[in-house]
Nanobody, 123 residues
Framework: QVQLVESGGGLVQAGGSLRLSCAAS????????MGWFRQAPGKEREFVAA????????YYADSVKGRFTISRDNAKNTVYLQMNSLKPEDTAVYYC????????????????WGQGIQVTVSS
């Protein structure tokens, strides 16, 4: 397993942007598919985006497609989530996760999780 630590969250106005980072420990980061999930108060955790181990393939939830971009830097053991045109409904705790298998929208596919970071979008 890898240890994951998210950063970059905060409060932003609707229409603004934030970039989340997730730093991973360990030497095998490039072997893991990575995903971002989010959980709003009173709701279940939902898939946001995922990226293959090489970074060559990405996958997005329909609700964020065209606004969010997932990327990774394997030399820095870091995955990013660039969030543009933010909406109040994007408010949630965002989690990054690592999967030794293929990238997936299913949370059960992921082996390691970060502690989560709050993103709040005001209207």
């Amino acid at each position: 397993q890898v240890q994951l630590v998210e950063s970059g969250g905060g409060l932003v106005q609707a229409g603004g942007s934030l970039r989340l980072s997730c730093a991973a420990s360990g030497r095998t980061f490039s072997s893991y598919a990575m995903g971002w999930f989010r959980q709003a108060p009173g709701k279940e955790r939902e898939f946001v985006a995922a990226i293959s181990p090489s970074g060559g393939s990405t996958y997005y939830a329909d609700s964020v497609k065209g606004r969010f971009t997932i990327s990774r830097d394997n030399a820095k053991n870091t995955v990013y989530l660039q969030m543009n045109s933010l909406k109040p409904e994007d408010t949630a705790v965002y989690y990054c996760a690592a999967s030794i298998g293929a990238y997936s929208r299913r949370s059960g596919q992921y082996d390691s999780w970060g502690q989560g970071i709050q993103v709040t979008v005001s209207s």
